[in-house]
C-alpha cells in the first residue's frame, strides 16, 4: 500500500511515494515558485502512481484545524503567491484520497518520532533554523496542537550585549527568527553562513540564540529528545557551543543526565538527516487514511 507526501517548503518541493514503514519509493524535489506551477508539478508526480492518501508537511502559518472553513490553506504567508492557498482542497479534487496536513516542522517531528532519532520515545521537539525558524513537537505521543501549531521560531530572547543587529523579523524584529535565522546571519555579518564557517564569533552568538531558546522549550515542554535541522545546522560546529550553553543556562537546577553528562545525546541532528519532512509527511498520510478506516 504506497501513500504520497509532499514536504511543501518556501524554498523548496520535496514529493514521494513510499509506504507504511516509512521506506521511500521515488522521490522528486523541485523549487517553489508559484502555485500554478509548482502544483501542476506535484500532481504530474503522483499521477503516475496508486496512492491510499497523502500527507503534506506544509510551511506556514497554515491552518490545521479540521473544523474551520480555511482548513487546509496556508494563511498569512510573506509569500505572496501563495498568501490564501488553499492547498488541500487542489489536491483533494485532483486525486480524491484522504489527506493529512499540517506544517513542515510537525511533520518532521512525526519523521523522527517514528523512525528517526527519537523512535521509542513518546516526546520529542523538532527545530528547523533555515531560511525561519520554526519547531514541531510530539507530546504522548501525539503532534502538538491547540488554537493553531505552535510557532515557537517567533520567542523573544535576551540579547546579546555585544549584538547590535537590529533584527530581521517583520512581525518582531528581534525575535529568536529574527536575530538567529539564515538570512539573520546573512545580513549581520554580511556573507551567507557557509562563507563564515571559520568564524567562531558567528557560531557563538548563533548558539548564544538558539541555547536560550531550547532551554525556555526544555523548561516548558520537557521533550525527551531535541532534534535540530534546518541549512544553518549543517554547521555541526555549533552543536558543541549550544550544548555548553543549555548546560550553562540550566546551572543544574533540572538533575538529568539528558542536561549534563549526556546532552550531546539529547540535542542532535535528525537520524533521518533531510528526509524527517518527507518521511513525516507521508506519516500523516498513513494517519489520515487510519483516521478514514476507523469512522
Ligand atoms: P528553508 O528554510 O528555506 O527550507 P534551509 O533549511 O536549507 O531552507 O535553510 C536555508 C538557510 O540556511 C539560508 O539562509 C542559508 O544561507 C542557510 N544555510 C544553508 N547552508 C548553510 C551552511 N552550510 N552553513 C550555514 N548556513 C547555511
Ligand atoms: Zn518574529
New binding site residues.
Partial sequence: MFYGGVEA????FVCAVGDEHGNIIEQVQFPTTVPEETMQKVIEFFRKFEIKAMGIGSFGPCDIDPDSSTYGYITSTPKIPWKNYPIVRVLKKVFNVPIGFNTDVNAAALGEATFGTAKGLDSCLYI?I???IGAGAVIHGNLLQGLSHPEMGHILVRRHPDDTYQGKCPYHRDCLEGLA???A??ERWGK???E??DRQEVWELEAFYIAQALTQYILILSPKKIILG???M??KRIFPLIHENVKQIINNYLDFRELSSHIDEYIVSPGLEDNAGITGSLLLGKQAYQETKKG
Avoid at 517548503?9 to 523548496?12: A, D, H, N, R, Y
Wanted: net charge positive; proline share 4%; hydrophobic share 15%.
Fill in positions: 517548503g518556501g524554498t523548496k528547523t533555515g531560511t525561519g535565522s539564515g538570512p546571519i546573512e551567507k553562513g557557509s563564515l564557517t534546518g541549512g544553518v549543517k554547521q
